[in-house]
Nanobody
Framework: VQLVESGGDLVQPGGSLRLSCAAT????????MAWYRQVPEKQRELVAS???????DYADSVKGRFTIYKNRAGNTEKLQMNSMKPGDTGVYSC????????WGQGTRVTVSS
């Protein structure tokens, strides 16, 4: 299984970005898919997750601003990020679980004026 993230960019505070995670197998075959954020010298942080049944969960820091969802047509998992803050800066990686875990290389998001 390969996961490839895209959509990272430099964005100003208050702006929006949409990240995509493309999988080489059906995204509906995974028990859980999630987005993690890595910042240097900090622990990897779970940002959002979505189960096979569509249940979602978010870190408190992004609730009400980020939305995780699945795009069946493109076989991609998405993370819509709105009202972005400098604290959202980091490398975002897509993870998927199906007995074992898989993850991609990540895409860099920078929120700065």
């Amino acid at each position: 299984v390969q996961l490839v993230e895209s959509g990272g960019d430099l964005v100003q505070p208050g702006g929006s970005l949409r990240l995509s995670c493309a999988a080489t197998e059906s995204i509906f075959s995974f028990t859980v898919m999630a987005w993690y954020r890595q910042v240097p010298e900090k622990q990897r942080e779970l940002v959002a997750s979505i189960t096979a049944g569509g249940s979602t969960d978010y870190a408190d820091s992004v609730k009400g601003r980020f939305t995780i969802y699945k795009n069946r047509a493109g076989n991609t998992e998405k993370l819509q990020m709105n009202s972005m803050k400098p604290g959202d800066t980091g490398v975002y990686s897509c993870d998927a679980y199906r007995g074992v875990g898989y993850w991609g290389q990540g895409t860099r998001v920078t929120v700065s004026s």
